[in-house]
Nanobody, 128 residues
Framework: QVQLVESGGGSVQAGGSLRLSCAASAYTYSNYCMGWFRQAPGKEREGVALIDNNGSTRYADSVKGRFTISQDNAKNTLNLQMNSLKPEDTAIYYC??????????????????????WGQGTQVTVSS
C-alpha cells in the first residue's frame, strides 16, 4: 500500500483559502490515481477531487470552480488548493491512492469503501 501523510488545513472564515498537501511514499504511478476525500461530522466520506498521472482532473460538483487538485510527481506530492471556502466545506480531509481499476468511479457515493491507502486526515474548519 501507498503511505500518505497530509499537512495543511486549519481554520478560516468563509470566503478564505487553504492549501492541503499530501506526501506519498514511492509508488507505481500506473497502478493508481490520486484523490482527496472529506468526511463531515455525521456524514459519509465523499470524494472531492481526483487527478490521474496524465494530469486529467475531476471534481465533485460541490467544489467545482473553487478547488484545484495538482500533483508533483518528482516530489511524490499531492495538493489541494481550496478557495472561496464555505462553512459546508468543514470536514476532515483525506488524501487517497486509488487503484487504477477504481479511478473512473471514485467520486460516486460509497466509493471510499474500495480504497485501502489513506492518510491520517487533516481538519478544515470554515466559520461563517
Amino acid at each position: 500500500q501507498v503511505q500518505l501523510v497530509e499537512s495543511g488545513g486549519g481554520s478560516v472564515q468563509a470566503g478564505g483559502s487553504l492549501r492541503l498537501s499530501c506526501a506519498a511514499s514511492a509508488y507505481t504511478y500506473s497502478n493508481y490515481c490520486m484523490g482527496w476525500f472529506r468526511q463531515a461530522p455525521g456524514k459519509e466520506r465523499e470524494g472531492v477531487a481526483l487527478i490521474d498521472n496524465n494530469g486529467s482532473t475531476r471534481y465533485a460538483d460541490s467544489v467545482k470552480g473553487r478547488f484545484t487538485i495538482s500533483q508533483d510527481n518528482a516530489k511524490n506530492t499531492l495538493n489541494l488548493q481550496m478557495n472561496s471556502l464555505k462553512p459546508e466545506d468543514t470536514a476532515i480531509y483525506y488524501c487517497a491512492a486509488i487503484p487504477r481499476v477504481r479511478c473512473s468511479s471514485a467520486l460516486v457515493p460509497g466509493a471510499w469503501l474500495w480504497i485501502r491507502s489513506w492518510g491520517q486526515g487533516t481538519q478544515v474548519t470554515v466559520s461563517s
